[in-house]
């Protein structure tokens, strides 16, 4: 088992174009969380799924945002027309189930929007 | 909607000493769970401690402690017998089972050899 896997790992790109994220959780793992974290503040939640459902969807998730998790393993976020205010680094986690298991966090997929 | 503060953005402490990490938090929940997660530079987010809001007893691991004061709302972190690589940003969170999870600004520790 190697981890929480995000790619890629950085993406550079241009205001107004789409992007799309990937993130691998541990395997076995139900639950898959999505963050945004930006320069000198702590990750605010975006949404998470347990299994293949979408169950919260933080206020921060605009109709620009889409997330999905079709088979209940890897998660896709993808973001449509991007804006500069959507640079930042993007973290996923996992975690087996319960709302009080350990999150496993990937690297993170840094954005810029130039 | 849930908050959590950490006024400390950073904190030093010598090699071997001992250093506290303060955080407060704002809920009208009863049943949730706080978090105290590390961030090495460029590195991945790992979890330090956890400690349920049911639990009277503070977490312990290891080196790391926490002091929780449910009535005021207070989840400091205490690291005994610092070492280098315990030089990180530190986040302290919250998470309830309607919350996908509230993170404080971070605090950055420094340790001096």
């Known amino acids: 088992d190697t981890g929480v896997s995000q790619n890629p790992r950085h993406k550079i790109t241009k205001r107004g174009q789409n992007v799309t994220f990937r993130c691998d959780p541990i395997?076995?793992?139900?639950?898959l969380y999505w963050y945004r974290q930006t320069l000198g503040q702590g990750p605010e939640f975006l949404t998470y799924?347990?299994?293949?459902?979408?169950?919260?969807k933080s206020r921060l998730l605009s109709d620009r945002f889409s997330a999905e998790r079709p088979k209940g393993s890897f998660s896709t976020l993808e973001i449509q027309r991007t804006e500069q205010g959507d640079s930042a680094m993007y973290l996923c986690a996992s975690s087996s189930g319960q709302v009080t298991d350990t999150q496993y966090f990937g690297p993170g997929t840094r954005l810029t929007v130039l | 909607a849930q908050t959590v503060t950490q006024s400390q953005p950073e904190m030093s402490v010598q090699e071997a000493e001992t250093v506290t990490l303060s955080c407060t938090y704002d809920?009208?929940?009863?049943?949730?769970?706080l978090f105290w997660y590390k961030q090495p530079p460029s590195r991945q987010m790992i979890l330090v401690i956890r400690q349920e809001a049911y639990k009277q007893q503070n977490a312990t691991e290891n080196r790391f402690s926490v002091n929780f004061q449910k009535a005021a709302k207070s989840f400091s972190l205490k690291i005994s017998d610092s070492q280098l690589g315990d030089a990180a940003m530190y986040f302290c969170?919250?998470?309830?089972?309607?919350?996908?999870?509230?993170f404080g600004t971070g605090t950055k520790l420094q340790v001096i050899p």
């Open positions: 395997s076995e793992h139900n639950r």
């Open positions: 809920t009208s929940e009863s049943d949730y769970y």
């Open positions: 969170a919250y998470r309830s089972a309607i919350e996908g999870g509230t």
């Open positions: 799924f347990q299994n293949e459902a979408q169950l919260e």
